[in-house]
């Protein structure tokens, strides 16, 4: 029996990208002001030398939100958006007035499903999204040799296909994950019944090539305890995704140990 669910997204996940001038920057940091947004929300600082003439300067992730003085801090690390080596890297550093803009790419996205059922029943039922089918994930997954998708074969796929957002289906839930930074945005408990589970994930991709040995290259044997180990090592410090599994009877709650939770118990 197929289960209906309703998912309750905050709004700005599909809102367009948020622009907004930097306040102050200090070292590898930057501070703007905004009303609310999410830690790990990604996205570019962009310079402007004329009306016209604009440059993308440094990579921007929200590392915390001050709700009352209604301030949020950016961490500032290079750009890797664009690999170009025939053109010439800029020396710009980010300066208050320059833009940030943030949850660029968010109405693009793919999802992990581990059945065709689950897949087209989520999909079909968040209209906001432009989503790409994992085929292309599976297809560049072939092509480096990884049948066991890796972090980084993740957040090197969203840049090459511009995603923003990564909606990834797990233990009857759904994680909607920010793709570059890989840090969990939201959690949605969305029951649906699995009858046959594909590996590593949905895909009409039939086989993935996996090259000869190193991480990555073992094909993928069990869905839920691999994706969940791969979202608390990318999340240490998500309160929501730490209580998540302490509260949740989902066989990961060894995975309690990594995580960096003040007062854990």
Known sequence: MRHIFFLFIPFFLFASAIETPLLRVQDKQAIIHIKAIDVGVSGFIVHYFTEK?????????????????????LTLSEYDGLRQNSLPNGKWTPQKGDIAVLAFAYERAFLIAPSETIYYDITSRIHTIDWVHPDSFAAFLS????????????????????LGL???????????????????????????????????????????????????????????????????KNNPKSLKLYNYIKSNDNNSTELLDDFDIKGKQ
Not at 64 to 72: I, R
């Open 53 to 73: 003439h604009s440059a993308i300067i440094a990579n921007a992730v929200v590392s915390s939100f001050n709700k009352e003085a209604q301030e949020a801090t």
């Open 143 to 162: 092509y480096i040799g990884h049948p066991t998708p890796l972090a980084e074969d993740i957040q090197e796929y969203c840049a090459i296909a511009s």
């Open 166 to 232: 990564l909606y990834l289906y797990s233990d009857q839930t759904l994680f909607t994950i920010d793709c570059k930074s890989l840090t969990l945005l939201q959690i949605t408990a969305t029951p649906m019944e699995l009858k046959e589970q594909e590996l590593p994930f949905y895909s009409r991709v039939e086989n993935i090539e996996a090259d000869w040995f190193g991480e990555g290259s073992n094909k993928l044997k069990n869905y839920d305890p691999y994706y969940m180990k791969l979202l608390a």
